[in-house]
């Protein structure tokens, strides 16, 4: 175990080592280059930055879809066994157990695109070509009925891809407004002028009578 011990230490020693104020500093590697850089990052955000010129139909969609993507999530985006749904669950959100697909609850196309060209397929991830991306994601659309059978998503048109769940999600405002609140010093004494009991436990009995 000692052994085993010491090389962990030392691989961790030479990963420290590797990084970049080292590696300069010891004359090893370079400073990566703007463009590359840029070409890992490929974020696509929500008003379409980033997102590359290419095109993709439903109908290729369809095969690359089965035969790529239905060993996981069936060959209607329906889900196989415990691998994610894409498809379905519209109007469900406010079910006791909703069902979260890309047509009833994602709000941005640009995450499917994002995360199908950049993470699928399972276990060959990155593997997917622009135009086969565009092409899987129009499928995916048209299998929550957000799109016709002829359509073909692009660049050009994708950012009037209405997703239905949209307006289902609120900025996240609470730097601005409820930070500044809690590091407020806490009140200890006089916080109140009166205090006056409003309401009542109802399943416990543990709301004081005593005035």
Known sequence: MSKFRDLV???GGLAVLALPAHAEKLGLGRAALPEEIAAWTVEVFP??????EGSGSVADGEELFSEK???CHGEFA??????PKLAGGDGTLADKDPLK??????????TVWDYAHRSMPFGNAGTLTVDETYAIVAYIIYSNDLVDDDFVLSKENFLSVEMPNAGGFIVDDRPETEYPEFSKPACMENCKETVEITKRATVLDVTPDVE
């Open 47 to 52: 008003d379409g930055t980033n997102l590359p």
């Open 78 to 83: 329906e889900g196989v066994d415990n691998w």
């Open 9 to 11: 230490i030392a691989a």
């Open 69 to 71: 993507c239905a060993i």
């Open 101 to 110: 697909t890309v047509g009833s609850y994602w709000p941005y196309l640009s």
